[in-house]
């Protein structure tokens, strides 16, 4: 491993600063490093159990996928999350299947769940950590379910506007009326009113494959 | 505490027959014994922050609400089942409102946070037991979102009152229109049209405030 992936280990990892010498050599020689391109589908969690996933750069969407094809967008994974759903087997309980796609070039640090299985007898801060990250996930999973049955959907469709401009580097943002709507889980046509509606109140301009955001602050209060 | 109290903590704490004598002592010494009666309101997760809650009796349900008075039922408690969500403040990324809601008189026994906040610190089964808890919890919650977001409204009206009818003493399932609505999150009419339905199709028949389930094996293929 390189130095600069443990310096990633020491900085996104909170727990490995405070491990025994011991056992960061033993996650330093047992962890991996992958790189993944812009639209592959990296992980079904019923799949597979490689370990936890530190991410260095990028950024992934994880989401429900329906057996229509039907998806709802659960949260994204940006530099320094980690990612405990590629590790179920480390939970006794945890039945979810979640998908997740790479939205932009991604790099990311495995750490195979025997070693941190291993380390959690003798260490308490290992399950303190898996506890700290689950209870993350399931906070946002719960904001998400609010949001889908609770909020009215021109509110989904301006928070969801808003959050691809934070992360865009202009007022430009690159996504299509499908993509939205496989975003918020619901039909094209249903984004295509809103944003039409969006477009005529001059918050936003629309052309093929991108939209301007002109408002952000308008587009804000209309969820806030 | 009660001798029979004991035991309930000795038979649905899983960890407690393995904690040192100590350990035990203080749990019985720091839990306290509570009654509630049938439709009282006994939670409200962000308000406070009890401790963990063991069910002896009765029966409980969770739910979500909307700024409009929607429910969503996220799971029930029953006999052996331990709430963690009444003691947020063990987890540090916890940020989930939930209501609960007393559904038969029920007995619990509450054991404070600050006993296993300083537990935990010595004792790593601790933590292990609170990531069991959580990761069940995570699990139930992402399979009602998958029922709520993605499953036909029948599916879900099928399974409810299968759910009900497994739950009563007999096939007569005490329940009102308006209450499998508010349970399912939809509105009324929606409910009252699935369950005519289902009348008509002599799977059920309906009186005034109950249901009587004449075929629950079709019920169950209905959403199987």
């Not at 490093?33 to 950024?59: A, D, L, W």
């Not at 904001?143 to 992360?167: D, G, I, T």
Request: charged share 25%; proline share 3%; glycine share 4%.
């Amino acid at each position: 491993m390189t130095v600069e992936n443990i310096n990633i280990l020491n900085e996104y990892l909170t727990i490995f600063p405070e491990l025994s010498s011991r056992d960061q050599k033993q996650i330093i020689d047992g962890s991996s490093f992958h790189k993944y391109k812009k639209g592959e589908q990296i992980y079904n969690v019923t799949r597979t159990c490689n370990g936890i996933m530190i991410v260095k750069s990028g950024q992934l969407r994880t989401y429900m996928l329906s057996d229509e094809g039907k998806e709802i967008t659960l949260y994204r994974l940006l530099p320094g999350d980690v990612c405990v759903m590629t590790s179920s087997c480390l939970f006794n309980n945890l039945d979810i299947e979640i998908h997740i796609l790479v939205e932009k070039p991604t790099e990311v640090i495995i750490i195979p769940y025997q070693i941190l299985d291993s380390m959690r007898k003798e260490n308490s801060m290992v399950d303190r950590f898996l506890l700290d990250i689950i209870s993350q996930r399931f906070s946002e999973v719960m904001w998400v379910m609010e949001q889908v049955v609770f909020s009215p959907m021109l509110k989904r469709v301006a928070e969801c506007l808003v959050n691809h401009w934070s992360l865009a580097d202009s007022d430009v943002v690159r996504i299509t009326h499908g993509e939205i709507a496989n975003d918020l889980g619901t039909a094209r046509e249903v984004v295509t009113r809103l944003l039409d509606y969006l477009q005529n109140d001059n918050v936003i301009k629309q052309e093929r494959g991108k939209i301007t955001i002109l408002d952000p602050l308008k587009l804000q209060t209309l969820y806030k």
